[in-house]
């Protein structure tokens, strides 16, 4: 069925009942009055990405409402009561501070309850971690969490958790999806049965800090002496990120006030996203008016963090999500160094930086590398319980400290961050110095991630373009390193050029094309699972012998950049 046909048949549907008067007498509006917005709400259906379902708020299938949720929410029940065999069905529901999360978690735990499953509710907005972690503590079979991350306001998003605390993976989503895919809009059962809902707050709250200093408090510093900076960013950790830091022994900490508040607006930020230096820009000012050592902004479900430190000479340095990745592992690591082997893994991404792969050699540990979505580390965790998961992150500002929570939590990765700055200053030194010596000792690497924004049924067209021209006439040098492996994860293919032989990737297929060359200069491509964009992931490397030939070696890594980009004129 092509594009048209699909609008109208989706149109039609959305015209009649059990949609409700006030639904299509909006929708009948919106095609009478803004045709392009019409199109692009009409002509699909919102998919599960990388992190769930995600998309902007309004009328149609191809929008967040309470029908879409909905149709997710009845399609799970029907799933969940055909084939749990439990006594008593349970599932926990979070949202974050977005306008519409409340209103959208209540009618998802009608939903539920409607169906006769049990349903834990947080009676006010809490972090996405904290959602993973009740999962596990309360047994459920299924979390929900209202949230679209670090998107703009006018987005909002629904992620499913199963009952290991992690995010749904292959072959639980595929049957989820299924399931969904298979209920009508008539189906969805709207009548709240309050029997079956609980709400819950304070307990977990408890519990979650108590885990989550456990974890992150491994250091050995005078805490009282470090300065910190903190915001939320108007999101969910503006309660429990300072309490988790304070009831560890931070006592000079300092919020941003104006972002102190969650508010689904972010008045104070064009996005709140912390991979946005701009984002972290009060943090900043106010770590600079303070003279405090560390600044960290969390994004507004509280599971990406931004972190920028004070070098030797007093200026303050952000940290990209992969320098973020190495130090913490590092230090993670350097904590185990009397007893580490290979019953011991960390977990990254096959677009994070190749120098998690050397920091996991010398310290004897497995690696293993799973596609972008922090699912896929939460699956290792689940897949391999043999081995202890000691830490792991992506390149897009995620981090996860222990196996306690399934998913990245901002939160005791902001704790174990203090630590690492507090104990580099108690022995006269600083993170950012840290991070320079994992430099020399690894490997100098270098990243970069260009994102291109394509809007609409237009710029899903031209994404597949993009992919199609990179599948069908491939790139043979990187700035003048001759190509060494092409893969293809869409194909489940590597090409090896300097052997010759095709091999299969052990990986779920996914649209995802990364390029090596000799030198190990890598860029990787992908569509974005949760956003509009196509995503470029730039890495290039080099040898660092001393902290006085960083500043060099660093302009040379950036030109190298430079020149890599234009390379790939999209």
């Not at 679209?148 to 749904?168: C, F, T």
């Not at 100098?444 to 992919?467: D, P, Q, Y």
């Not at 021209?469 to 090409?495: A, C, H, T, W, Y």
């Not at 060359?517 to 890598?522: F, P, V």
């Amino acid at each position: 069925m092509n594009e048209l046909n699909l609008i109208e048949e989706n149109y039609n549907i959305w015209t009649k009942l059990p949609f409700d008067k006030k639904t299509i007498s909006n929708v009948r509006d919106l095609k009478k009055n803004n045709i392009e917005d019409f199109n692009d709400s009409f002509y699909s259906d919102l998919n599960f990405g990388t992190g769930g379902m995600r998309g902007i708020v309004g009328l149609g299938p191809n929008r967040v409402n309470k029908y879409t949720f909905g149709r997710n929410t009845q399609g799970i029940s029907n799933f969940i009561v055909n084939n749990s065999n439990k006594k008593v069905n349970s599932v926990v529901i979070a949202y974050d501070c977005r306008n519409q999360s409340e209103f959208l978690a209540n009618q998802v735990a009608a939903i539920f309850s409607a169906n006769s499953i049990k349903v834990f509710l947080f009676s006010s907005l809490r972090p996405t971690p904290e959602l993973s972690y009740a999962l596990v503590k309360l047994k459920c079979i299924c979390g929900i969490v209202l949230t679209a991350s670090h998107n703009p306001p006018e987005y909002n998003g629904y992620k499913v958790y199963w009952e290991d605390g992690g995010q749904i993976v292959p072959p639980m989503d595929k049957k989820l999806i299924t399931e969904i895919n298979n209920t009508n809009y008539s189906e969805i059962k709207f009548k709240k049965n309050d029997r079956f809902i609980e709400l819950i707050d304070k307990k977990i709250d408890d519990l979650f800090v108590a885990d989550s200093i456990k974890n992150g408090k491994i250091g050995i510093s005078k805490r009282e002496d470090y300065k910190i900076v903190f915001t939320p960013l108007h999101g969910t950790s503006h309660i429990i990120g300072p309490r988790v830091l304070r009831e560890a022994g931070y006592s000079q900490l300092k919020i941003v006030e104006k972002q102190a508040e969650p508010n689904g607006n972010f008045p104070t930020v064009k996005s709140p996203n912390p991979e946005h230096v701009e984002a972290l820009e009060m943090a900043l000012n106010l770590a600079k008016a303070s003279d405090s050592d560390i600044f960290i902004g969390t994004d507004p479900d509280a599971d990406r963090l931004g972190i920028g430190v004070k070098n030797s000479y007093g200026e303050y340095i952000t940290l990209n999500g992969n320098q973020i990745m190495v130090v913490l592992t590092e230090y993670l690591l350097s904590k185990y160094k009397t007893e580490l082997n290979q019953s011991y893994f960390i977990g990254s991404t096959v677009v994070s930086t190749p120098m998690i792969k050397n920091l996991a050699k010398a310290h004897n540990v497995d690696i293993k590398i799973g596609l972008t979505g922090f699912k896929w580390i939460a699956k290792m965790i689940h897949d391999y319980p043999n081995q202890k998961f000691i830490g792991g992150g992506e390149e897009s500002y995620g981090y996860l400290v222990g196996d306690f929570v399934r998913d990245k939590d901002a939160i005791t990765s902001s704790l174990l961050a203090c630590e690492l700055g507090s104990e580099c200053k108690s022995n006269g030194g600083n993170l950012y110095d840290y991070l320079i010596n994992c430099y020399i000792k690894y490997g100098f690497f270098k990243e970069r991630l260009v994102s291109i924004e394509k809007k609409g049924i237009r710029g899903l067209n031209e994404i597949k373009g993009i992919m199609k021209v990179l599948r069908e006439k491939p790139i043979n040098k990187l700035v003048g390193s001759e190509m060494i492996l092409i893969q293809d994860f869409e194909k489940s293919e590597e090409i090896n050029f300097e052997s010759g032989k095709k091999s299969i990737l052990n990986f779920p297929k996914s649209n995802v094309l990364i390029f090596e060359s000799k030198d190990g200069t890598r860029v990787a491509v992908r569509p974005s699972g949760t956003e509009p964009k196509i995503k470029f992931y730039f890495s290039v490397n080099m040898k660092l012998k001393s902290k006085e030939k960083f500043e060099k070696s660093n302009q040379i890594l950036e030109n190298k950049i430079d020149d890599l980009i234009s390379e790939f004129k999209f």
